[in-house]
């Protein structure tokens, strides 16, 4: 049966229904405040969902929570060597501290309202994660959103920011390709950002096919999803409902997906292709990707954390070519010339 617009190819019980999300202004707490509590949340419920997919006896996150002395702190749940899951993390950090004067430079080089000059507070909370599961069948997942506040180094704590601005996006990185899986990820966030902003979906949908773009080998890192920085273009009250919506669909968005994938059998053939996708994952992250970047540029950072994002196994082998015509060569097309799935 064909599909109707706004239908999933997956049943799946919502944990939460964003047609029934109204906005409200909660202005007695400051966004920074509310951006807190909603990382946790977020982190809250992903490690609770993974582990139910783990099962009553399979791995469990280790909860690694640290401080950061220039100001700051974060918890860092990760899972290796589960079940389902070869790696999984989920990540929250939470950075208040003079702004470093490189990082400002490259801020003040793409933002006009930042003054030339002058030193700067920051704070950003964030939440990110990725799953590596086992199977080929059953697609790593990536996901994070976070806040960015600058302030006057003199500025009180109820003071307006000199700028603030909301990023991030989730997105979809199968081996193998399943049509209902890609349209399914695409439909949960469409429903999610049409209920903010009709705009939003197809903007951050080629926003995100554009970013996550390994272009020394002219492919993309997966199907896409949405991917949007330096959001601004609205009240921060509103951007906020939206951004909370989008982290609450999370679990809707991949949990289904992984539960029809984990158990499908596969071959030593299939399970090195994973592997190549692996690697390519591996590249994008350490050459592209401007969360790593950040990262790696902040002073006090984790390391572990930063790198969290990487499988514990991968391979690459000289000049690989799937063969013409087979369920890998499909991949490689979709992932080359990107598809509207919704």
């Avoid at 572990?304 to 690459?316: G, K, N, Y």
Wanted: with cysteine; proline share 8%.
């Amino acid at each position: 049966m064909p599909l109707q617009t706004g239908q999933s190819p997956i049943e799946c019980e919502p944990a939460k229904d964003p047609k029934k999300t109204v906005f409200k202004p909660q202005t007695d707490k400051p966004i920074s405040t509310r951006m807190e509590t909603l990382v946790k949340k977020i982190q809250s419920d992903m490690v609770a969902a993974l582990e139910e997919v783990e099962g009553p006896d399979g791995a469990r996150f280790l909860h690694d929570s640290w401080e950061r002395k220039e100001g700051g702190y974060g918890t860092s749940c990760v899972l290796q060597d589960g079940k389902v899951f070869e790696k999984a993390g989920v990540n929250v950090s939470i950075i208040a501290s003079p702004a470093p004067k490189a990082m400002l430079a490259q801020m003040r080089a793409r933002k006009d309202s930042l003054k030339a000059d002058g030193d700067l507070k920051m704070f950003v909370a964030g939440v990110s994660m990725v799953v590596h599961p086992h199977n080929p069948m059953a697609p790593t997942f990536h996901a994070n959103y976070r806040y960015f506040e600058l302030r006057d180094v003199n500025a009180d704590a109820d003071a307006e920011p000199v700028a603030a601005w909301f990023g991030g996006g989730c997105d979809l990185t199968p081996t193998y390709l399943f049509e209902e899986d890609a349209v399914h990820f695409h439909q949960v966030i469409k429903d999610t950002c049409d209920l903010h902003d009709p705009a939003y979906y197809p903007r951050f949908k080629k926003w995100c096919d554009e970013y996550f773009n390994n272009t020394h080998r002219g492919e993309r890192r997966g199907v896409g999803g949405i991917f949007f920085d330096d959001l601004e273009d609205k009240p921060l009250d509103e951007i906020f409902s939206f951004v909370s919506d989008a982290g609450n669909a999370l679990v809707r968005q991949y949990i289904p997906i992984v539960q029809r994938r984990k158990n499908m059998p596969f071959t030593p053939a299939q399970k090195e292709w994973q592997q190549l996708r692996r690697g390519r994952y591996v590249e994008f992250n350490l050459v592209h990707d401007r969360g790593t970047k950040f990262g790696l540029a902040t002073p006090g950072v984790r390391i572990e954390s930063v790198l969290m994002s990487l499988p514990l196994t991968a391979r690459w082998e000289y000049n690989h070519k799937p063969v013409p015509g087979s369920p890998e060569e499909k991949t490689l097309e979709v992932l080359k010339s990107p598809r509207q799935w919704v």
